[in-house]
């Protein structure tokens, strides 16, 4: 990948404008999926074309389900049924995507087949465990687990195919932890199973799968936080289906985030998801004083919709931990861009699962609020973020580690910045939002791309 260097300048005028975000890369993950195990033929709307996505199109394509992209974001999948998937002739490539590997291990643990799952090194972390040490106790065979340590920076999952008239058994597991990509892998897999399969969390994480396998048909309930799907008796049991994917709202955090801090900024983004189990993060700039609205336009499979607006605002400091934090852990890079302009102290805490994201994020983000000279404490689950509301921010130039969501707050935080601030690595972005830049220039912002 071309390497990307940002040169972000102060923004002396308001952002402006109604704008889309890509599509919703967590709902993407799981339509590919469902769209290659039904009956066909499906039609995705609105494919956004990162790179995480990008992997999952590709695997499913390397066992046996043709797609046609129109280029404009509208894929058409033929799928194969719960019974056609092939075994593909090379090892599936994930990526950096944490998605794409465990949904996908879902998946093939319980096909007839053998098949190899690898991905950059920085899938290679103790969490594989929640999907991997259940998958084996329903019959999986899941040799080994991916290794931090390759000197090639793969992670290779090698997954034995299950002997001739095998399924994998009923499951009943409790998660230790909200996680939502346990969850829909080890749901994915009972779409397999001989019996049902039961999954308790000990609070409701991101509910994509549930979403979309209700809204297909599948016999799956869910009462609070517990959840049990049975398999199917017919392996065409999947219909196929439109879907138009709503915006990611952990990428629209970033230009809302921006709206907030710039003064008297009036930005919008379009058909953008209003899914509760994603909203933390406009929950968290609510708690902070921004000023937003929210105006609801609809559903597809399941899947809530909506405009949100976000105007400029005077911010103040707030305690983000718990229940609220677990509903946006993934939006915390953007609400430290939000903290970093707010009156007063933020604490930030029950967020040390980011100590094991590669890069570690909290150290990443403590050190990015540094460089653009915010004062910052380190805590071993968090942050404490003094924010500087009144003057600009000191002009920066930092590295991205390849973290596209530290890119991201770079460049929001550049705008706040006293002179011109340099990002490092912005190639990273491509993974969630490939128009971020584009985004932001049409809403007003001064940003020169260098390769």
Do not use: W
């Not at 033929?41 to 074309?49: A, D, L, N, S, W």
């Not at 609220?324 to 852990?329: H, S, T």
């Amino acid at each position: 990948m071309t390497t990307v260097r940002l040169l972000v300048r102060p923004q002396k005028t308001p952002l402006h404008g109604s704008v889309p975000v890509p599509s919703d890369r967590s709902i993407t993950h799981r339509a590919l999926v469902l769209a290659a195990l039904s009956n066909g033929p499906c039609e995705i709307q609105g494919f956004g074309y990162g790179t995480d996505n990008l992997k999952t199109l590709g695997a499913l394509g390397a066992l046996g389900v043709r797609h046609e992209d129109d280029g404009r974001g509208t894929l058409k999948v033929r799928g194969v049924g719960l019974a056609g998937l092939r075994a593909p002739t090379a090892a599936l490539d994930c990526g950096r995507s944490p998605s794409c590997l465990r949904l996908l291990a879902g998946v093939l643990a319980a096909q007839a087949f053998p098949s190899e799952l690898t991905g950059h090194a920085q899938l290679a972390d103790f969490r594989m465990k929640s999907v991997l040490d259940p998958l084996r106790q329903r019959g999986g065979r899941i040799a080994g687990t991916p290794d931090p340590a390759r000197a090639d920076e793969t992670a290779p999952l090698a997954i034995g195919g299950l002997e001739a008239g095998q399924r994998l058994a009923p499951l009943e597991h409790r998660l230790t932890r909200p996680n939502d990509h346990a969850k829909g892998a080890l749901l994915l897999s009972g779409l397999f199973a001989s019996g049902p399969t039961v999954i308790e969390e000990p609070v409701v994480s991101r509910d994509h799968t549930e979403r979309l396998l209700d809204a297909l048909g599948m016999p799956i309930r869910t009462a609070g936080s517990l959840v049990s799907l049975h398999p199917p008796a017919d392996p065409l049991a999947i219909r196929g289906f439109e879907f138009a994917v709503p915006g990611d709202v952990s990428a629209a955090a970033f230009i809302l985030v921006a709206a907030q801090v710039v003064p008297e900024s009036h930005v919008t983004t379009r058909h953008t998801s209003l899914n509760p189990t994603r909203s933390g993060i406009l929950e968290v700039i609510r708690l902070a004083g921004g000023r937003m609205g929210i105006t609801p336009a609809g559903s597809s499979l399941g899947e809530p919709y909506g405009e949100i607006t976000a105007r400029g605002s005077v911010l103040r400091g707030i305690s983000l931990a718990g229940e609220l934090l677990e509903r946006g852990r993934d939006e915390i890079p953007a609400a430290c861009a939000l903290f970093a302009r707010a009156r007063g102290t933020t604490t930030i805490a029950d967020a040390a699962e980011l100590r094991d994201d590669r890069p570690d994020r909290i150290h990443a983000l403590a050190e990015l609020l540094r460089a653009f000279g915010v004062g910052v404490e380190e805590r071993p689950d968090g942050l404490v973020i003094e924010g500087v509301p009144d003057r600009p921010l000191k002009a920066a130039e930092v590295s991205t580690g390849g973290d596209h969501r530290l890119a991201m707050t770079a460049v929001v935080l550049g705008l706040l910045a006293d002179g011109e601030s340099v990002v490092d690595g912005a190639e990273a972005i491509q993974v969630s939002f490939p128009r971020f830049v584009g985004t932001l220039r049409s809403l007003g912002a001064d940003i020169e791309v260098k390769r």
